[in-house]
């Protein structure tokens, strides 16, 4: 099993992770902020990722710093436990519904850093404590930290809640299907380069 731990201490958080990619999507997450556990707790499940997150961090000012490092951390857990990225598939992509809403999400681990994230999420707030702008704050992290390209486009949706989530749940189902082994070249780099870190 493709595996990781990661610990990070700083002036603003503290965060213990484990992350197993070849897991069942079982999940035991902490953060201090309820709607960004549940929408980690969602990723985990729909990307079939063990996942462990414990994060003691400053949401006494905002949630800033604890969604962003928490990103961090993910994405560092994850280009980790895929090392050399041999005979992952690369590719991923999701279009996925959630009542009205209906997001686009793609992912190409390349090893070039990048998200463009096309969002038009009504509110500023979701619970008390998530503002919706770390949405993009947090697949920036985790692009720059796993070494991908990320695609999130909002096609349809209202309800900020529904758009957030279908945004987490694609995601997960993309980066799924991307670092999943190809059974057709499981001992290749699958680039041309010969190497995508």
Same mark, same amino acid.
């Given at each position: 099993?493709?595996?990781?731990?990661?610990?990070?201490?700083?002036?603003?958080?503290?965060? *213990?992770?484990? =992350?197993?990619?070849?897991?069942?999507?079982?999940? *035991?997450?902490?953060? %201090?902020?309820?709607? /960004?556990?549940?929408?980690?707790?969602?990723?985990?499940?729909? %990307?079939? @990722?063990?996942?462990?997150?414990?994060?003691?961090?400053?949401?006494?000012?905002?949630?800033?710093?604890?969604?962003?490092?928490?990103?961090?951390?993910?994405?560092?857990?994850?280009?980790?436990?895929? %090392?050399?990225?041999? %005979?992952?598939?690369?590719? +991923?992509?999701?279009?996925?519904?959630?009542?009205?809403?209906?997001?686009?999400?793609?992912?190409?681990?390349?090893?070039?850093?990048?998200?463009?994230?096309? =969002?038009?999420?009504?509110?500023?707030?979701?619970?008390?404590? @998530?503002?919706?702008?770390?949405?993009?704050?947090? @697949?920036?992290? @985790?692009?720059?930290?796993?070494?991908?390209?990320?695609?999130?486009?909002?096609?349809?949706?209202?309800?900020?809640?529904?758009?957030?989530?279908?945004? /987490?749940?694609?995601?997960?189902?993309?980066?799924?299907?991307?670092?999943?082994?190809?059974?057709?070249?499981?001992?290749?780099?699958?680039?041309?380069? +010969?190497?995508?870190?």
């Amino acid at each position: 099993m493709r595996k990781a731990k990661i610990t990070r201490n700083t002036a603003e958080t503290n965060i *213990q992770l484990s =992350l197993a990619i070849d897991g069942k999507g079982d999940s *035991q997450i902490q953060t %201090g902020v309820g709607f /960004f556990d549940h929408m980690l707790t969602l990723f985990a499940k729909h %990307g079939r @990722f063990d996942l462990r997150i414990s994060c003691d961090g400053d949401i006494q000012v905002d949630a800033h710093h604890t969604v962003e490092d928490v990103a961090i951390v993910l994405g560092r857990a994850f280009s980790q436990g895929l %090392g050399n990225r041999k %005979g992952i598939t690369r590719y +991923g992509s999701m279009l996925l519904p959630m009542d009205e809403a209906l997001v686009m999400s793609a992912i190409d681990i390349s090893g070039r850093a990048m998200a463009v994230v096309e =969002l038009h999420i009504p509110s500023e707030k979701i619970g008390t404590q @998530f503002d919706t702008e770390l949405v993009e704050e947090f @697949f920036i992290a @985790f692009a720059r930290e796993l070494g991908a390209t990320i695609h999130l486009h909002q096609i349809a949706g209202k309800n900020s809640h529904h758009i957030v989530e279908a945004t /987490f749940k694609g995601l997960a189902r993309a980066l799924s299907q991307a670092v999943a082994i190809n059974p057709a070249a499981p001992e290749e780099i699958p680039s041309t380069k +010969g190497t995508i870190l």
